[in-house]
């Protein structure tokens, strides 16, 4: 599995909102199919997923080499089920009515969902794109670069594992099979031996 790592991909912001609530997750998974028309593969598990499935729109924010990882942190690692990810107000909105993050990113992809795809821990959204906005000519961030640059280093020690994802660093002998990693909520497989 490790030759996937391989694959460019690019980091997002994908931005939802219900009858009440903006909410946002990070995504590696958008990818143009058509002229006017984008992938996005979203997780069945993440709360914005039943948003999007519901409300049939969604907008891609294209995350820019600037973004800190504070703002992985703020977005992709904690659940909007419980946490108002919006709270500091840092949006403007877009003629859909959703939210677009106004730092750290470069673009801003208006979408509405025409097909979908289940592909069983996913769901493919096929979206047309129905409006968008350029923001600056900073350059995109790659998943390559946010490992790079961006991502915290494991720290050195005698054993233990470390969260491929988050660099949360588990201290034992054994990972548990089942065991869920506390701050990005992946399983046991992305999470590798320290050395």
Known sequence: M???????????IVTVKDESKDNALIVNTVMQVADD???????????????????????????????????????????????DKFADGVVFRTENGLAGITEYINAVLCLEITASADL???????????DSYVVNDDESMTY????????PKA??????????????TYDGDTLPEDYICPI??????????IK
Not at 184 to 193: Q, R, Y
């Open 144 to 151: 390559s670069y946010y490992h790079k640059n961006v991502k």
């Open 120 to 130: 069983g821990s996913h769901t493919m959204f096929i979206c047309k794109v129905t």
């Open 37 to 83: 028309k984008l992938a996005v593969s979203v997780n069945k598990a993440n709360y914005s997923h039943d948003i999007i499935k519901s409300t049939g729109k969604l907008n891609v924010n294209c995350l820019s080499e600037k973004a800190p990882f504070s703002v992985f942190e703020k977005y992709g690692f904690c659940s909007g089920r419980d946490t």
């Open 155 to 168: 720290p050195k020690k005698a054993k233990g594992y470390v969260c491929k994802i988050c660099s949360f």
């Open 2 to 12: 490790s030759a996937l790592h391989k694959i460019g991909y690019g980091l997002y």
């Open 184 to 193: 990005c909520k992946h399983p046991a497989s992305d999470f590798e031996m």
